[in-house]
């Protein structure tokens, strides 16, 4: 895909799983790109790529992997469970891929999720009770804690001697009955393995900008995730929205050319938190179906909904999206009728005491989303029944799915550039 080189930001733009990892693996194939990085987030995310037949799911490599001559950068912003990483590396060398350890570089400063971190979680979900956020129990909220709190393993310590790792580990909570040694000698394997891997990765990818090359910024989880923009506190604990592509991988904000939002043609969201357009009747479980929606990560299913307009014009002002793709166009094909939100109505207190129902629209302040009492307002399209899957031009769409489209873009105010209609890895086209 040639038109998409520079920098680029790849961002979800709803509750994540937006199919972020097959867009930047299709992405990453133009000749221009030699650097795909990931910059916040961790094993929580699940990104889902084919190559031919061959699905691969990714958790912490970012999903220029296939690609044996570019550049994986796994960045400062993230946080790494060593044991994980580990594991990933090996069954992608097992599928014949990063056989070279110079396609994966890895932050000598990025913070290290410990099994104490998934401990963590796992308690303060169970002391949440009904209220818990629903997290992927990978320790991530912990962590990125830790991180806030500055006293976190940082993948540079992994190549310390034992004493010095023993001190570090003095600032953590579980500290007075974590098994110290065992800690300190699992943490110095992981050390002598990913050794290789671990350097400073700004100057590297600081170096490709300004040799004007190709990156394609890789995107975890979505915009209403975001810990300061998202549906807090049902939400992860780092910046998913495109400027942490900059802390998160140490680069300034002038070097970020385009932000690509990922959009699915539906809403989905797992976890906790609240989701206006949900869908609890057939149509739902119609989407979960022919969408396969399960978690990539933890194998739950995904709550189901109608595409939502007001979530999605906040998403690209949070993002400053300059390119949207709309994915698994496919799923749709089937539905009699299919309706998009756009606007909600939200009952208000008046000063005098009494309640008056509120509109609130794509453009306004976006203050009552994360109110629960939001209730959709819709605008209702007449759906299509082709396969969609061998479509490889806008044109060539039914005239409902392109209307469908032309709404989005039109409400959005943003050029859908990309459209995908089924998992493989030639199943897109570009506009
Ligand atoms: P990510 O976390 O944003 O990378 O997305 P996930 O990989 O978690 O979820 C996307 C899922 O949808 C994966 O199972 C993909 O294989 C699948 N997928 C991606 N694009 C399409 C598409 O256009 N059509 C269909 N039917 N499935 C798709
Ligand atoms: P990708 O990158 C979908 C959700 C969890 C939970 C909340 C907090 O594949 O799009 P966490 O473990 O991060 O503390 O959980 O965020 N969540 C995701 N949902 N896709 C993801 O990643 C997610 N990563 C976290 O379900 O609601
Ligand atoms: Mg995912």
Redesign the pocket.
Known sequence: MSNESGTVVVA?MQY?????????HALADDPNVSMIVRFQGGAN??????MGEK?I??HLVP?GIPYPDKICVIGNGMVIDPERLINEIKDLQKNDLLIDKKQLRISNLAHITLPSHRERDGKNEKALGQKKIGTTGRGIGPTYEDKIGRRGLRMQDLLCDAKELHSKLEGLPEYSWLNRKQTVSDLMEYGRILKPFICDTGHLINLAIRQNKGIVFEG???ALLDIDHGTYPFVTSSNTTAGAACTGSGIGPTAIKKVLG?C??YTTRVGSGPFPTELFDDTGLFLRE????????TGRDRRCGWLDLVALKYAVRVNGVTKLAI?????LSGLKKIQVCKSYKTLKQTNDGKHKFLQIRPDDPFTEFDTKKVTPHYQEFEGWTENL?HIRKFEDLPKAAREYLDYIEKHLEVPITL??????QN??FTR
């Open positions: 979800g994540g799983d937006e199919a972020k990892g097959r867009l930047v995310a699940g990104h889902t790529i084919f699905k799911v990714l999903s975890a989880q979505g990922v699915k043609a022919k969408g396969l929606e399960k978690g990539a990560t994915t698994k166009l496919d799923v899957r459209v995908s209609v089924g998992p493989e199943e897109y």
